[in-house]
Structure formats: C-alpha cells, structure tokens
C-alpha cells in the first residue's frame, strides 16, 4: 500500500476512535430500565450492567431499595449463572402505605455469580418485579454497588438536581400519573349503570345484540346478491360465446 493510503488509513481509524470513545464511556455504568412508572401499579425494573474492568469479572450487584417510599412487594427473576436475596430490614420511620403502617419492608436486593459473572466486553441484565409504586412525581433512587472478583467495588449512588450526570450515577425513575380508568370514551360508566340497574343491563345488551346482528346480516346479503349476479352474468357470458361459436362454424 503506498504510504500515503497508509497514513490516511490511520488517520481514519483514529478519528473513529475518538469519536465512539466518548459515547461508550457515556453509557458505561449501571442503570435502570422500568416497564412502567404509573403510580399505585407494579413494574418490572432491569437493571442493565456492564463490565468495566479489562482484568477482572464482576461477581455481585446490590441494589439499594428506597425507605423513604418502600417497595413492599419486591420479588427477583430466576437468572442462570447466578443467586438473588433480597433482605428486609426496619425502616427509618413507620410509613404509611395504602391505609397500613408498614415498619419492615424489603431494603435490599443481593445478585450473586455462582460462576464468572460478566466478563470483560460483556454485560447482564437483572430484574425485579416491584410495587405498588409510590405516588406520582416521586424520584424513586436505587443506587447500585458493583463487586468486581478482584475486591474493588464501584459505588453507582451520586444524583444531581441540575440535569447534569454526575461520574458515578445512581439508577432512578420518577412515578408518574396512574392510568385513567373512568375517562374518554364512557366505556366503564356504561359498564355500572348496566351492572346497577337490571332492566337497564338487559335493555342495553338487547339493543347491542340486536345491531350487531343486523350489521352482520347486511353484508351477508349483499354478498349472496353479488354472488348470484355473478353467477347469473357467467351463465350468460357462456351462452353467448357457445351460440357464436356453432354460427361461425356453420356453412
């Protein structure tokens, strides 16, 4: 290769370099990914980790669950290659959760590699199933400890007010409203005016049925005209080319 396809090879690659560095980077910590963030429901929480280290494994993660607005129904998902404990403790103060005084309530989560763990280059992604979540506008923080085979641990538990990312960010998510169950369409005000009143839940299913019926019917019938028309046609088409066809061969 002539050398100045090789130095502008090089020069390709490190430009490469230098932009996909500060990405990865950017990205490389532990985080959370919620299914859902509707107060009052349950949601199923992964926790995306990536190795960081070239010369060691990680081979635990502890997450810290919140005591301020407790969690009180956290349960792990089976994952091969590794263990799940999750540890129950006192609260700070009693709190209030659904009309009950909860005093105890779920404080940790505990994954432990029966094996490896995630290597160097890879990453594993570790589920909670959770709730009910606290009110709407709540920021739920989880930080996370990452144990490394080699003994270090990395704390992923800094947070900012101001929209920056701090180095070492803390998984989180904010609740938001819970779905609206009586809005939009009256659907669900139908619904127990019908179940309330007997007449009404019969008149009501009558008259549904009733149209559902005639809706059905009348395509049904337009289709069986059609279909006849065009049997009929058909017919008529071929009587035509037979009569043509004895005229053209006769003398």
């Known amino acids: 290769m002539p050398a100045h396809r090789t ?3 090089a020069g390709t690659a490190l430009a490469a370099t230098l932009v996909l560095l500060p990405a990865g980077g950017a990205s490389a910590h532990v985080r959370v990914v ?3 963030t509707a107060a009052g429901g349950w949601t199923v929480l992964t926790f995306r980790v990536p190795n960081e280290s070239a010369t060691a494994a990680t081979t635990s993660v502890t997450v810290d669950l919140p005591t301020g607005t407790p969690l009180t129904s956290v349960s792990t998902r089976p994952l091969p290659g590794w263990t799940a404990t999750v ?10 959760v659904g009309g009950a005084t909860i005093t105890r309530a779920p404080v940790r989560v505990v994954w432990t590699a029966d094996g490896e763990g995630i290597r160097d280059g890879e990453f594993q992604e570790l589920e909670l199933s959770v709730g009910p979540l606290p009110e709407a506008g709540t920021r739920l923080v989880l930080p996370a400890h990452q144990g490394y085979s080699d003994g270090t641990v990395v704390d992923w538990d800094e947070t900012t007010d101001d929209g920056t990312e701090p180095e070492h960010p ?12 009586h809005g939009g369409h009256g659907a ?21 049925d009733a149209g559902t019926g005639a809706a059905t019917a009348t395509p049904d019938a337009w289709g069986r005209t059609l279909g006849a028309l065009g049997l009929a046609a058909g017919a008529a ?15």
């Open 188 to 208: 669900p005000e139908a619904a127990a005016d019908a179940g309330s009143d007997g007449d009404a839940d019969a008149g009501s299913d009558g008259d549904a």
């Open 34 to 36: 919620p299914e859902a």
């Open 237 to 251: 088409a071929l009587v035509v080319a037979l009569r043509t066809r004895t005229r053209v061969r006769r003398p």
């Open 170 to 181: 803390a998984p989180e998510l904010t609740t938001t409203e819970a779905a609206d169950t």
């Open 7 to 9: 130095r502008l090879a």
């Open 87 to 96: 540890e129950e403790g006192d609260l700070p103060e009693p709190v209030d």
